[in-house]
């Protein structure tokens, strides 16, 4: 009794209204894009209590059926679906789903449960696919309506909007063709839009632009207008006679573009014996080897030309009819007979009344080898023809349904048709192993009521079974970790009962290993696509990512199981090679060795296998011979990198057109690539620059020297010129003789250390008295690397050059331990300058003594550097600075520098770190220390503080109970100052436990003083008891 009144309280626990209600969240759809990964959202809630893991069930459903529950599963698990346990104790079901396919898309419902409650709601998945544009027809003839085409492939769902536009206006009367699937899934359509084009559109950009819901904005694919000209056809033949072979000859010509087709039929089957020969670039000429047989009479030879400048392809037709002698005696009687004019006009009238009254014939159903029923009907006119099927199953019920058909009409030469009915194949509309009645039935205004023909069928089996073909597996080129899909395309089967398995052998290993879905294999699913005749076509696919240590060598076979075969059938792909295509990411490299030689290098990597065919030629060549080398190194991933080097002499450099280009050919490479370097190129090193050119600075009755500095250049093939040139009204430049007035002292080339040369060429000017004041000189540089020389002008002559301030002033110590403030200013004339240093403390300034230091450049000006020691009592003062004043003839007035303490380029400010903490215990005194250093002047300010959370207490030693302070000052060998500082204090868990102490140092180098804390303190030790 006990235990079940225990059950009956549980039970009501559960039953309750106080219980949780379980609340399901998910939106009405869902988008995701083919190959992505998505979740499939799903959210739940239960009021006033909490997830109970043991109490919880979810399941998710795809079109009626369980494919995922938790906790555990339903039949065999799905890699591709997933549930994150994790976080379904916050509420969150979601379904993940990876490499989503056309497939995947449909109603999926999410199912919750909780103890006794449950909720279930439904969500519908729509898949994606973005649409790609080829344009396939853009062949146009001038003033003449012709037509573009374009296919658009790839995209999911169906509806599509599609447009062409000229220059982005909107052409009208595009027209799509039905769209039909590919063996993804996804759909492909073609468009056409007919338009006329005249001149004015030879150079417009036409667009085909698509609209479609994968897409963030409208795709479009441009191009121009193909002017062409559509070809002229005629068929060429003799009067047919029955059993005698002819050839008949269809002639294309006057074309434009090249590419065309020319196609043979003989009562619209296509004719495979036709023979086409190309004549020239505009001519083509098909042959058809034809012996005409009594069942041909009737029959309709069809020439069919398509050019990508006609709308639809040119047809030329010929009948297939022999000569009847009854005709022939009746023109001879007529021509006997001519007199009787009356009598044989009125024959031919009566003759004509009875062609023009001649009924249709309807002849007898036919089947074909493939099961394909049709009906042929001649003599009909030119008015519409109504011919309808229908099947009824078993053969003895009158239960009819109608059946789709397609009509082929050809003209006779008597004006009438011969008509060929099809109708669609019966493979999927009857049970093949049941007896059947087929029903065709043929209207026409001459018939004066519906012709029937039937045909009773007792076995459809041989037709309705076919066995399925296995096309070659796609070929490619395999690259390491780079996602690469197998295909084998099956075709010709019925019915749907395909079983495709998937095996790979392993290199150097007997047997099969079957390939299952997971890990780093992907087995797509197969999508049908049904042929005309009613048969199955599919694409299996395999997905994987190849490695060279793993997949290089090995082979995937396709097997193939239907209830048409007795055994499987298979196709492999043969041995597979994994293939890393070389890369080359830098330029040829040039370096220069000591004896002159150049050292041409070529880096290329990650290539895989290790040959390569590498080949270096050089133009001009010279009479020696190059020396070529090369060095491999092994990558860990199994790929290889090889350098080549190609040694040249350095003065074949000397030529203008010198180039050296390097070709490498691997097997992973469709064509050959190649690197080329010339002195041109603009990766050449050794291109000369004018790195300095001396100012022209005159001075009464004293020599001038003018220097220009070249450098760095290779080969050893400079011309360096000077030249004159005075501006005024009619600008002149000439040439500098070295035989003249000037001096131009014949200077030798310097090697660097990179075994480039570097030039200095020099101008020397007479003394003189006077000189025109818009003189100038121009160094010009020539070498076969420039691709026009380069110059650089003196600028005209100068009396005056004002000083230039490279560097800002510098901070230093001396040896007595003095600050030392220096001012370096250069390039200036004339040489006396005025320098003054002065020191400002607030309101009061004071004067610093100094002493320039001069110094002579090559191009007669001057270089100073002016240096004053600044006592450290006034560096302490905290608004302390440093001001240099210069006053020179060039400036027009006076420049200055200031410099301070606390300016970013201060090099004394004070370094704080704190020593580590060591072991606190309650009431136990301990010393915290801190280490400054680096800094002048000797101003140091140091405070502490006891930090706690959202206040600050400040430690004033020894005045603070429980604190003192104690530091160690001294001085640096490089002159800075330094300080140990020391806090002993007794720690208490009531006072100090988890507080910091902070030490804080001010200087006069500082805006704001360094804070340096010890971090949260922790004291050990026991509690006291009260």
């Not at 002229?232 to 029955?242: A, D, E, L, T, Y």
């Not at 240093?837 to 300034?845: A, M, R, V």
């Amino acid at each position: 009794m006990e235990q079940r009144g225990a059950l009956l309280i549980l039970l009501f626990s559960f039953l309750s209204p106080s219980g949780a209600a379980l609340d399901l969240t998910v939106p009405p759809s869902h988008r995701a894009r083919v190959g992505s990964d998505t979740s499939i959202p799903c959210t739940f809630r239960l009021d006033r209590r909490s997830v109970d893991p043991k109490l919880l069930t979810i399941s998710w459903y795809f079109q009626d059926r369980e494919i995922l529950r938790f906790p555990g599963t339903v039949g065999a698990p799905n890699p591709r679906l997933s549930l994150n346990k994790d976080t379904t104790k916050d509420g969150v079901a979601s379904l993940s789903l990876t490499g989503v396919r056309i497939s995947d898309g449909g109603l999926y419902k999410c199912s919750v449960g909780h103890g006794f409650e449950r909720s279930e709601k439904e969500i519908r998945l729509d898949i994606q696919a973005p649409p790609s544009i080829n344009i396939t027809d853009n062949a146009v003839i001038k003033d003449k309506e012709s037509a573009l085409r374009a296919t658009i492939t790839g995209f999911y769902p169906v509806d599509i909007d599609i447009k062409w536009l000229r220059e982005g206006e909107i052409l009208a009367g595009g027209t799509e063709l039905p769209p039909q699937r590919n063996a993804d899934g996804t759909y492909r359509v073609t468009s056409t839009v007919t338009i006329v084009p005249t001149e004015g559109n030879r150079n417009q950009n036409f667009y085909c632009r698509v609209h479609h819901e994968s897409l963030s904005a409208p795709l479009q694919e441009g191009f121009k207008l193909l002017y062409g000209a559509a070809p002229s056809v005629s068929i060429s033949n003799k009067p047919f006679q029955r059993d005698l072979e002819q050839t008949l000859t269809c002639r294309a010509w006057g074309f434009y573009p090249e590419s065309i087709a020319v196609s043979w039929f003989l009562n619209g089957t296509f004719v495979e014996q036709s023979q086409t020969r190309r004549i020239s670039g505009s001519e083509v000429a098909s042959s058809f080897r034809f012996t005409p047989r009594a069942e041909h009479t009737g029959m309709e030879l069809l020439c069919m030309v398509e050019h990508g400048t006609l709308k639809e392809p040119s047809i030329n037709k010929l009948l297939v009819e022999f000569p009847d002698l009854r005709v022939k005696g009746l023109v001879r009687l007529a021509m006997v007979t001519l007199a009787i004019g009356y009598a044989l006009l009125l024959f031919i009238t009566l003759y004509h009344t009875e062609q023009h009254k001649r009924k249709p014939k309807v002849r007898n159903i036919i089947c074909s080898e493939e099961g394909e029923f049709s009906l042929e009907v001649e003599n009909v006119s030119s008015n519409p023809i109504e011919i309808s099927w229908h099947v009824a199953q078993p053969a003895t019920t009158t239960n009819y349904k109608p059946l789709k058909s397609s009509p082929l009409m050809s003209e006779n030469q008597n004006g009438t048709f011969h008509v060929t009915n099809t109708c669609e194949h019966l493979r999927d509309k009857i049970k093949p192993e049941e007896s059947f009645s087929l029903r065709a039935t043929v209207s026409h205004e001459q018939l004066k009521q519906p012709v029937y023909k039937e045909w009773k069928g007792t076995d459809f089996m041989k037709y309705s079974m076919c066995e399925p073909m296995i096309g070659g597996i796609s070929q490619q080129i395999f690259y390491p970790n780079k996602e690469a899909t197998i295909q084998c395309l099956i075709s010709n089967y019925f019915p749907d009962s395909l079983t495709v398995s998937w095996y790979r052998k392993e290199v150097g290993r007997e047997g099969l290993v079957q390939v299952t879905e997971g890990g780093r294999y992907k087995i797509l699913n197969t999508v049908l696509q049904k042929e005309k005749d009613k048969t199955l076509t599919c694409m299996a696919s395999l997905v994987f990512t190849p490695s060279l240590s793993g997949d290089e060598g090995a082979e995937f076979i396709c097997e193939v199981m239907h209830p048409s075969l007795g055994k499987a059938i298979k196709e492999n792909t043969g041995l597979i090679h994994v293939w890393a295509k070389p890369q080359v990411i830098q330029p040829i490299k040039l370096s220069i060795s000591a004896s002159g030689e150049v050292l041409c290098s070529l880096f290329v990597q990650n290539f895989y296998p290790k040959n390569i065919s590498i080949t270096w030629s050089c133009k001009p060549v010279g009479y020696k011979v190059p020396k070529q080398g090369e060095r491999y190194e092994n990558n860990e991933d199994s790929t290889y990198n090889m350098e080549s080097t190609y040694t040249i002499p350095g003065n074949w450099l000397k030529e203008p057109s010198f180039k050296v280009k390097v070709t490498w050919k691997h097997v992973s490479m469709e064509d050959p690539e190649s690197r080329e370097m010339s002195l041109k190129h603009p990766d050449f090193p050794w291109r000369p620059t004018i790195e300095e050119i001396s100012r022209f600075i005159w001075i009464r009755d004293q020599p001038t020297n003018l220097r220009c500095k070249v450098s760095p250049y290779f080969p050893d093939a400079l011309t360096v010129s000077w030249m004159e040139k005075r501006k005024g009204r009619d600008p002149q430049v000439i040439p500098v003789s070295k035989y003249g007035k000037y001096q131009i002292p014949d200077m030798a080339p310097e090697r660097r250390n990179d075994n480039t040369y570097t030039y200095t060429a020099q101008l020397s000017l007479p003394p003189s008295s006077r000189v025109e004041e818009d003189l100038e000189f121009i160094c010009r540089v020539e070498h076969p690397s420039l691709e026009r020389p380069i110059e650089r002008s003196t600028g005209t002559r100068q009396f005056k050059a004002a000083p230039k301030q490279p560097i800002p002033v510098q901070w230093s110590l001396s040896d007595t331990g003095e600050a030392l403030c220096t001012l370096s200013l250069q390039n200036f004339y004339p040489k006396p300058i005025e320098l003054t240093w002065t020191c400002l403390t607030g309101s009061q300034q004071t004067n610093l003594h100094s002493e320039p230091q001069y110094q002579n450049n090559s191009d007669q000006t001057f270089n100073v550097t002016s240096s004053c020691s600044v006592p450290e009592n006034l560096l302490r003062l905290p608004d302390c600075k440093v001001r240099v004043t210069w006053n020179h003839p060039a400036t027009g007035a006076s420049e200055s520098s200031e410099i301070c303490p606390r300016d970013p380029g201060f090099p004394w400010r004070p370094q704080v770190a704190v020593q580590p903490i060591p072991t606190l215990t309650q009431g136990r005194e301990v010393t915290l220390q801190w280490d400054i250093s680096g800094y002048f002047p000797n101003a140091l300010t140091v405070t502490w503080a006891l930090r706690k959370t959202g206040h600050e207490e400040p430690i004033s030693p020894p005045h603070t109970q429980n604190y003192r302070a104690e530091n160690k000052p001294g001085r640096a060998p490089c002159g800075t100052y330094i300080s140990t500082e020391y806090l002993p204090f007794i720690p208490s868990i009531l006072s100090h436990q988890g507080a910091e102490i902070v030490c804080r140092v001010a200087h006069p180098s500082l805006a704001q003083p360094i804070e340096i804390g010890t971090g949260a303190l922790q004291i050990t030790g026991e509690s006291l008891t009260l």
